[in-house]
């Protein structure tokens, strides 16, 4: 089986940095996504990592260690409009993706 | 293409009817997927097709649903009996992948809600 966890809800202030870190345990692994979701939207891709390292893209960057089977997605420059809900998410076999339960990320003037 | 649709974005049904969701993927996208989500949850997995075969369905899933592609564009998820805990988004997804090569990278559609009375 596979299982994803990853906190429940972030607060961090405008202009800041912030860590939504993500552990898992699967059968397989292919590469770990992240996703975002704005409330009442559909979840957009953000990132996705196969390998070990960072990968950056503008103010988001993730991360992933697959031999402790951990990674994250930093977000820098925080600004009111990335109050969202993000995802992490794996592929076990490079078929369907599995996602986690997701963090609430609340930015604060 | 505008991306992922979905039809209809919201349905109110009662307990026992059935209740059919269609979803049109991006044009050149080979691989299509059916989530369900309910409030603070992530995505769950239901089935996915590549083409026209339906290569996956979640073990948990009823037999209940049931979902088609028929010639690897559009696909149906049929609910059959709905239940009051059928309630939720239903979402479709699309990607395009060849061979062993993965982006990671689905394009979701605005879902269908469900309401089952």
């Known amino acids: 089986g596979q299982s994803l966890e990853q906190p429940s809800e972030v607060t961090a202030v405008e202009g800041a940095i912030v860590q939504i870190n993500c552990t898992y345990q699967?059968?397989?692994?292919?590469?770990l996504s992240w996703y975002q979701q704005h409330d009442g939207g559909a979840p957009t891709f953000l990132s996705y990592?196969?390998?070990?390292g960072l990968e950056e893209t503008g103010r988001f960057s993730s991360f992933l260690s697959r031999s402790d089977s951990y990674g994250y997605l930093l977000l820098q420059e925080l600004q009111m409009k990335d109050s969202a809900s993000y995802f992490c998410?794996?592929?076990?076999?490079?078929?369907?993706?599995?996602f986690g339960q997701g963090t609430e990320l609340s930015v604060k003037p | 293409d505008t991306g992922v649709s979905q039809d209809p974005r919201h349905k109110i049904t009662k307990r026992g009817q059935n209740v059919t969701f269609r979803c049109d993927p991006i044009?050149?996208?080979?691989?299509l997927y059916w989530y369900r989500q309910t409030l603070g949850q992530g995505p769950e997995f239901l089935t996915y097709f590549q083409n026209e075969a339906q290569l996956e369905k979640s073990r948990l899933l009823s037999d209940r649903f049931s979902a088609e592609r028929p010639k690897g564009s559009f696909s149906t998820l049929e609910i059959q009996r709905t239940e009051q805990g059928d309630s939720a988004m239903y979402l479709c997804a699309s990607s395009y992948q060849t061979g062993g090569a993965n982006t990671g990278e689905l394009f979701f559609g605005e879902g269908s809600r469900l309401t089952v009375l």
């Open positions: 699967t059968s397989g692994f292919y590469g």
């Open positions: 998410a794996v592929y076990p076999q490079g078929g369907k993706l599995i």
């Open positions: 044009s050149e996208h080979n691989r």
């Open positions: 990592n196969a390998l070990d």
